[in-house]
C-alpha cells in the first residue's frame, strides 16, 4: 500500500532501535481494525442479498472491475495477493447472498484446476468436480446460479460449440478468465454461467459463428481461438453486445453469429495493466 503520511510513525519505522512489543502492539491493532472492517462487510453482503430480490447473485464484471482497480491503486502490494485476498472476500459475500456453486471439469492436471479455482472464487463457495467438460457444464445448467469452470477453448477442448446457435446450453456465457493474474493473452481456465454479461472496462468479447471471413469481411479484426465441428470461435478486442453496430456488421454476413462470452482480461503480473 501507499507510504504512511505520519511523521511520526515514519520515524518509528525507520528506527532499529524500536521496542519490538510496541510494533507487535501495532499490529494487533491493525488486524483488529482489519478484522472489524470484513465484519462490516460481510454485513452489507447479508443487506444486499435482501435488497437483490431475485437478481443474480454473481457478478463477474463488476468482481473484475473492483479486483482491477485495487491492484491498480496498491502499487506496493503484488496483484496476486490482491486477487487472492480479495478472492477470499467476494468468496464469503456471495456464500452469504444465495445458492451459488460451481461445477468443476477436473480434466488434465487437477491440483492446476483446484488450484486456479481457489485463485479466483476462494474457499466458501459451495464445489462439486466431475470428469468431464460436457457433465460440468450440464450440471450447472441445471441451476439458476451454477457456474460451471472448464478448460478454456482450444485444441481438443469443443464444449464451448453447446453456447453458439442451436447449441445445448445458449443461454450461457463464458464469462471469467482464470487466472485473475498472469501474462498470457488466453486463459487455462474459464468460468461458464447464465449470469449477465457486462463490460469490466478491460475486455475481450467471444463470438461462435459458422463462416470465420464475417469478421474480416465487416472490416473487423479478429483472433481465431477454436474450431469445433462446423464452428468457430473468434474474440475481438473490446466489450460488445448484440445491438452493437460491430456484431451487427457480422451478423448480417453469417446469420448463425452469437456472442457466447465476455472475458476480462488479466491482471499483469507486474501489476500494470
Known sequence: MGETTDPLQNSMLEDPMLDMNHLRTEIDRVDNSLLGLIAERLDLSRAVRRAKSGARVWRPSR?????RDLAENSEDTSP?????IWAELLSASLALQGPMRLHIALEGDALEVWTLVRDR????????SYPTASSALAAAYAEDEGVA????????????SALCSGGATPEMSILSGL???GNDSWPRAVAVATADRAPSGDDMTLIGLKNVKAVSGSGLSGILRAEAGDNSLVTLEGY???ASDEFQK???LDSSAKIIGCLPKPLSESGTL
Open 121 to 128: 472464487f476462494g474457499a466458501a463457495i459451495p464445489a462439486l
Open 250 to 252: 457480422i451478423q448480417s
Open 80 to 84: 496476486h495477493l490482491v486477487s487472492r
Open 179 to 181: 487466472p485473475v493474474v
Open 240 to 242: 460488445f453486445d448484440e
Open 149 to 160: 469452470v472448464l478448460p478454456a477453448p482450444g485444441g481438443m477442448n469443443s464444449w464451448w
Open 63 to 67: 468482481e473484475a472491475s473492483l479486483v
